[in-house]
């Protein structure tokens, strides 16, 4: 029995071992895979083949991505951009329910068919030169073309500009060819145009804008078969189209298509069908309000029966009204209303087989209703739900299913006015997706995001007397006893249990609440957790006060408030802990940028115009800055300028790059950006000492003749420390640069001029103050604070070690990680948008040390360098968004947590994907694979094994007394 605590501990130490640094992908970071905001006539539950029950949701956002949304959970199936990347302000984008499991979508001179299940293309067709597609309809029971499609597209295709046409084309199911096209040429370009498929006709449907023009919409009847004009008729229509897309026609997905308009303010109605001269108006009731908006919902099923609703808004009620058609009367009659309601209402249509239904969503309840009568078919109400405020027009698409003879089962899909997509089953919320953050064009981290309550304890003891002090200090801890029970008591269960909650919380309190706001180009300000797992804490809509016209320029975030800086030179203040409005001061000078220096009594804020020319914000700002900043800026001749800013501004050097170059990017160091060793030692012990000057600036000038040439020069003096030319380069191609310590980094694209082969290089630089080991040059006869303007400073040149890679593709981001002290080492971090992917690059790939032609000896082998390649493969492990695609990356911010081991990295554009990295690994923290149990149980072994041996150590130790 004295050797079971021995065999105990030997048991506890065969026990399986666990990595410590075990892969945490998917566990310290976060993606939105975003499509933007969906169009209302792009947005539908569909089937994606036709032996299922299970639809999917699919829609074209307004940044013209197409994509398939799981019902179940929000997840992202699969998307394409339909333009290649996302654009702003595709609104004209189309997309309709093809057969056989298939889609089909138009954009721009593209009609494109997908797989409905995985995305895959199927066929394209291309519209003519010179137009854009502003409309597309199916045609069904056309005869069998290839592979047994038995359904035609018909296209609209408008003039882009004076001299090319407007045509209508009737496109084979395959996309092999156009069967017939339709040119016009007495549209002007600028018209309204759009198109409906009824019967056995193609109705073209015009209408011109402007002072001159008459209130008539002219319509082309086309035969079906063969595209032929049959007929053309002129319907008045007043000022106002309520049809979708700002249009006349409305209801172009069913089988009752019809004009609809009305004069502000909606005192009536004007209703046609197409193939009918008769025109039907209508009184509104007003109910007493001024009517601000009226919207039609309406079936898209060509089964459904042809009824549709009237949403009506006033500034402080909504109704709707509920018509049904008869078409072949053309005759247009008032079924009945539903109550208005203070609340904001969404409607939506659904249909099973001829039925249709209408969807009525509040903030408090969802109720559905029959087209044919205005008792409620069912009611669910939404406990604890709020709309958060916005500007956009909020629509929903709604899925309606029967569960017997009096039950039914209602899947909404909302977007509201504040930018989320959501679905809501039967009154309970399933999912939302922030589809705002798409939109994000600039941000800031926020370093006091969450306040720190113990801190402002501290701070408040140390600002009065000790007496004081010690009587608020002996109260917090008393406060603090009051929670000792409950510590003890969850003592067992954070040692014994683990929670995803747990491993959460215990990160956070390591690495830090890292927050970041966000700007939007809708005029939002969005307040997001950029930790584990990006949740938005607060969103604030400005648009109301942003004039139209006005950008948000910069963000900047400190001492509980968030300062936006507008293009104008106006200042909105917002709380940094809830969004509210704190202030809003007009400003006098137009900002362009805008730069935070050191200041009196905080950071001053430096404008710069249009023409290059800083300015102190004294108009809003003005705190006074400290002498000595210096700032480069770019003119518009392409001509940079270095400045002393003080309590003055003076123009201490310009630089003019040589003929036919123009500067277009100046990049200086981050503003956070700590050295922790002054040289690098070498394999033999010896030092080369790095060149670290602040005051360092890069600047890229391009040439018209695809040239492009870097400088590296003082700011202090302009002089001129390191330049490079390159040519060949890729007009279009992006040439992100980055600066930091002692070496710079920088990407281009270029061709070669024989084979017209594209190449893209990464150029890496390093800087120190001489070539050779253990000396500092010109730099070790000066005193430790020095002037650039001393002779042997302005003498002093770095030596500059270069070295250029070959990727595999173009780079359009570079940016380097942080740490806070700088003592682990930096990775490079590119943004790949060909591969949808960001990587990290050692600094340890990139060392232009590297021998060339010749392996490593045993001296370089031991500071670790590797032999040189010219080709830089970028590894696997690298991807820090491992297997996720972020979409249209603009920009990658990186910031210092708590752990000098891990960088906070922040990426946004249209994607929004945030991740720690830790370039030297995680040597201040225990990894995933950390097991507490079994640290816990070997412990405990350790100590039964001890009490268990004691009695035979204390046997043989006075047996051996005895012998000795």
Known sequence: MRWHGAVAVVTTLLLPAHAIFADEAYHIDFHHALLGSPQPHTTFFHKPYSNTNASLLYTVSDKAVLGAVNPKDGSLLWRQPLAGQPVSNASSSYLIAGENGQLVSGHDRTVACWDAQDGRLVWDFTAPEGTRIAGLQAINGVEPVTGGVTQDFVVLAVAAHSNAHTTVARIAGDGSQARWQ???????????????????????????????????????????????????????????????????????????????????????????????????????????????????????????????????????????????????????????????????????????EETVFFTRSTETEVSLYSSESHGQLARWSRPNFKISPGSLRPHATAEIVSRGKASYAVRVAEFSSSGNWSLVRNGELQWSRPEQLAYTTIAAWDENGVPDALAGELDLEASVNPLTAYGHRLKRHLHDMTGLPKYLQSIPDSILKSSPDADATARQNLVGTKLVVLGTSRKEVIALDATVPGNIRWQADLSATIPEGIEM??????????????????????????????????????????????????????????????????????????????????????????????????????????????????????????????????G???????????????????????????????????????????????????????????????????????????????????????????????????????????????????HVLSQSFTVAEPISHLTVSQTAQGITSRQLLATLPNSQAIVGIPRELLDPRRPVDRDVNATEREEGLLRYSPVLDLSPQGYLTHEREVLGIENVLSSPSLLESTSVVFAFGHDVFGTSVTPSMAFDVLGKGFNKGQLVLTVLALGVGTLALRPFVRRRGVEGRWRA
């Open 684 to 798: 033999d012990r010896h030092v080369l000492y790095k060149y670290l000057n602040p005051n360092v600036a890069l600047l890229l000038a391009k040439s018209d003749s695809n040239a492009l040439t870097i400088y590296l020069v003082d700011a202090v003096t302009g002089s001129i420390l390191h330049t490079a030319t390159h040519t060949g380069i890729l007009p279009s191609s992006l040439t992100p640069a980055v600066l930091s310590e002692n070496w710079l980094a920088y990407t281009f694209t270029s061709v070669n001029p024989t084979t017209s082969a594209l190449s893209t290089q990464l150029i890496i630089s390093e800087l120190y103050e001489s070539a050779r080991p253990n000396d500092r040059a010109l730099l070790s006869s000066l005193s430790t604070n020095y002037s650039s303007f001393d002779p042997d400073a302005a003498a002093a040149r770095p």
């Open 182 to 352: 339709h040119a016009d040429s007495s549209t002007s370009h600028g018209s309204s145009a759009s198109i409906a498929v009824a019967g056995d006709h193609i109705y073209y449907i015009t209408t011109s804008h402007g002072l001159l023009s008459s209130n008539k919409a002219n319509i082309v009847s086309l035969d079906k078969a063969t595209g032929k004009d049959v007929g053309q008729t002129s319907t008045p229509v007043d000022s106002e189209p309520l049809g979708s897309e700002g249009r006349y026609l409305t209801a172009v997905c069913s089988n009752f298509p019809f004009l609809i308009s009305a004069e502000k303010p909606y005192k009536s109605l004007r209703l046609s069908l197409l193939d009918k001269a008769k025109v039907t108006t209508f009184a509104v009731d007003d109910k007493g309000e001024e009517i601000v908006d009226i919207a039609v919902v309406h079936p898209c099923h060509p089964a459904a029966a042809s009824h549709f609703l009237l949403h009506i808004k006033s500034k402080n009620r909504q109704w709707a009204e509920v018509y049904h058609l008869n078409v072949k009367a053309a005759e247009f009659k008032k079924a009945y209303s539903l109550p208005a309601t203070g609340e904001k209402s969404v409607f939506a249509a659904g249909n099973i």
């Open 553 to 682: 320029k910069s963000i900047a975030s400190g001492s509980g408030r968030v300062s936006i800086y507008l293009s104008d030179g106006s200042l909105i203040v917002l709380n940094s802990t809830n969004g509210n409005l704190l202030e809003h001061k007009s400003g006098t000078i137009p900002l362009n940028k805008l730069i935070q220096i050191p200041g009196r009594p905080s950071p001053a804020v430096i404008k710069v115009g249009n023409d290059g020319v800083p300015h102190p914000a004294t108009d809003f700002a003005p705190n006074t800055a400290v002498e000595g900043n210096i700032v480069v800026t770019i003119n518009p001749e392409g001509k940079a300028i270095g400045w002393t800013i003080g309590q003055n501004v003076e123009k201490t050097w310009i630089l003019q790059p040589q003929p036919g170059f123009k500067i277009v990017n100046a990049v200086s160091r981050a503003e956070h950006d700590p050295v922790a060793s002054i040289g690098r030692v070498l």
